[in-house]
């Protein structure tokens, strides 16, 4: 009886701790994650396409749990930090690119802006350690 009872709270205790495992997925050391355009600095008019770069890693579909790959996320005039220990948010200030896309067409209102790009995992996580491009500004007219 008491085997049975260590193996039933064991299992439960595994269960309730699965979910903490399945977040920060080891990405490569080497891993970047950049913007091919725009560029830091950059003074753009009306609308622009916005290209994401990766290397060391690839790209694929939320969802798809595969070894040293993820989706982009598109971090739009975001000051909070990274909380690598939650899903990344879906917001106008949080864009979600989980059909594996690497570049999107911007609207963005006339003055400055900060663009970010976060990997996330299969299921919207941070990677560990995160992957994330340098914060750029922009500037629209």
């Known amino acids: ?8 709270i ?7 701790a699965s979910p903490v495992y399945a977040q920060g997925k ?15 600095g950059a003074t753009l008019k009306g609308g622009f396409w916005c290209r ?7 790209v694929t579909h939320a969802g798809d749990d595969y ?13 909070e930090p990274l909380n690598a220990n939650e899903p990344i948010p879906s ?3 949080h864009l979600h690119f989980g059909a594996g896309q690497t570049e999107t067409r911007m609207e963005l209102s006339p ?9 996330g995992d299969a ?11 340098e914060k750029i500004t922009i500037r629209v007219r």
């Open 111 to 119: 003055g400055k802006h900060t663009l970010q790009l976060v990997l």
């Open 91 to 93: 917001d106008k200030s």
């Open 26 to 40: 080891p990405a490569p050391k080497e891993a970047k994650l950049y913007f091919i355009w725009p560029h830091d």
């Open 1 to 8: 009886m008491r085997v049975a009872r260590s193996i039933l």
């Open 67 to 79: 070894q040293n790959s993820g989706h982009h996320h598109l971090f739009v005039d975001v000051d």
């Open 10 to 16: 064991a299992t439960a205790l595994a269960l309730f």
């Open 52 to 58: 994401f770069g990766l290397r060391n890693m690839g």
């Open 123 to 133: 299921k919207h996580y941070p990677f560990n350690p995160p992957v994330v491009s």
